[in-house]
């Protein structure tokens, strides 16, 4: 089950989270050959997505995913609330493709007042 958190974010400016990853044992989560998706919508059954940039941190063996929107995505925000998750897509030793959602939650965006 993914884990659920509340952000903030603020219009207009440059964001950028870093997720730090385990297993179930507490162990720290290997991201190498992991691809990550992030998106945040207005609602769940929205079809308008806002797409972030999600990176695996070197080492990937150090489990640290960076997740950002520059200043002019952000800008571009309605303030308000939306929601988003954040998934991690891989393939196991059977070659089968496995999704895993690690985040997820509801997201505030403030307005900004100097555009």
């Not at 089968?96 to 307005?111: A, F, H, K, Y």
């Amino acid at each position: 089950m993914a884990r659920y958190e509340e952000i903030e974010i603020d219009q207009g400016s440059d964001i950028s989270i870093e997720l730090h990853t385990n297993n179930i044992d507490g162990s720290v989560k290997n991201l190498t050959n992991v691809a990550i998706a992030c998106k945040m919508k207005k609602t769940h059954r929205s079809s308008i997505s806002t797409d972030w940039t999600c990176v695996v941190k070197e080492p990937a063996t150090a489990g640290i995913i960076t997740m950002s929107l520059s200043n002019a995505q952000s800008d571009a925000l309605k303030a308000g609330r939306y929601v988003y998750d954040v998934e991690l897509s891989y393939f196991d030793s059977d070659n089968t493709q496995i999704v895993e959602r690690i985040l997820e939650g509801r997201m505030s965006v403030n307005p900004s007042v100097t555009k």
